[in-house]
């Protein structure tokens, strides 16, 4: 339950416009994270804090948060470098919901709109409670022929892929792509993006979800499981992302780029050498070998070799969201549990048992 105090009812009602001051709260339920560990670390909390908003913050109610492959890995103790002084943690990037409170300085969202949104990777307070706090551009209106369920699934996604394809590789129409493990949310993510954009599309995916990409718009899926990704797919592209980032995986890619290409993973080293080494020496670590990279392409393929990560980018929301609108992005849930339910939500992700997204009920 929500806990209320006069100074922040006092603080509220001049700073937010509210009508209804009561809508705002000193604490509420979230998922937290004590200590890194499996499943069983995670416990729902019935007052956590809430923190003051700053100008251009927004409170949201959840009604729905999704469940990303970084979720896993953040419980587990990937970023311990960065995370463990910070414990404990509320996990989860993506949300649905309802706009309860806004900063002072917000302009585009009021109170009551839906939305959905996504925080970045690095935030400390993530979307497992009752109420979130995000940027203003980190959020927009939710489609009204989407559900709260179905639109926690897409942003943290496809602001992933937005960001390769968009801000880093800057497709146009008429290029083709190929996106190595388009099976995944980022990867479905990525073909649609690139489909609305023009551009052709082939895959490599698990034999699952081979119907899957091809329904989405993939011109050619290759299952890796059972073909030779490089005897089946001949031609070269102009942008090769990689959601799998094994050596092998790179391999492809590079080689099967036109000179002056992209080639874009997901799986940066930049956070695995920090917690091996230390933010001090792996952060410089990281840089230095991403730029070895990046040289050692451009003279060998001449192609263009990128680490790449998910930002807020509110063009991109605002265009995901219109494209979720029409029809043209979609994210599948497989399944959905209560919030109170996430440890066994985040079991049946550990154990590969829904090999799709999951989403968690927020009452």
Not at 198 to 212: A, E, F, H, P
Not at 254 to 272: D, F, P, R, V
Request: hydrophobic residues 40%.
């Amino acid at each position: 339950m929500w806990r209320l105090t006069g100074r922040w009812r006092r603080r509220l009602r001049p700073a937010l416009g509210f009508r209804d001051a009561s809508t705002a709260a000193m604490a509420c339920r979230a998922v937290v994270l004590p200590r890194f560990g499996g499943p069983e670390v995670l416990e729902m909390r019935p007052a956590v804090g809430v923190p003051d908003l700053k100008p251009r913050d927004v409170l949201v109610r959840a009604r729905a948060v999704s469940i990303n492959p970084l979720d896993l890995r953040m419980r587990s103790g990937y970023g311990r470098s960065i995370f463990e002084p910070l414990l404990p943690l509320i996990l989860g990037r993506d949300i649905s919901g309802e706009v309860a409170a806004v900063g002072s300085s917000v302009s585009s969202l009021t109170v009551g709109q839906e939305v959905f949104g996504a925080l970045h990777p690095t935030a400390v307070r993530g979307t497992y409670a009752d109420y979130a706090i995000l940027s203003e551009d980190e959020l927009t209106m939710k489609p009204p022929s989407v559900t709260h369920v179905e639109a926690s699934a897409i942003p943290f996604a496809a602001l992933t892929a937005w960001r390769a394809l968009k801000s880093t590789a800057r497709i146009t129409k008429g290029q083709r792509l190929l996106v190595l493990g388009g099976g995944g949310a980022v990867g479905l993510a990525a073909i649609q993006l690139s489909v609305a954009a023009g551009c052709s599309v082939s895959t490599t995916c698990g034999s699952k979800s081979i119907d899957r990409v091809l329904e989405v718009g993939a011109e050619q899926a290759v299952d890796y499981t059972a073909e030779d990704t490089e005897s089946a797919i001949k031609e070269q592209f102009d942008v090769v992302l990689d959601t799998i980032g094994i050596p092998e995986t790179e391999r492809i890619g590079i080689n099967l780029l036109k000179k002056g290409g992209h080639y874009m993973t997901l799986q940066g080293e930049a956070a695995s050498l920090a917690d091996r080494y230390g933010l001090a020496i792996g952060l410089p670590a990281a840089t230095a070998i991403l730029l070895k990279k990046q040289m050692q392409y451009r003279y060998s393929h001449g192609i263009e070799y990128w680490w790449t990560y998910m930002r807020a980018d509110a063009e991109g929301l605002d265009e995901i969201g219109r494209l979720s609108e029409a029809g043209k992005l979609k994210i599948p849930v497989e399944k959905t549990f209560p919030i109170t339910q996430v440890r066994e939500a985040h079991e049946v992700k550990d154990k590969r048992l829904v090999p799709g997204k999951v989403v968690l009920e927020v009452d």
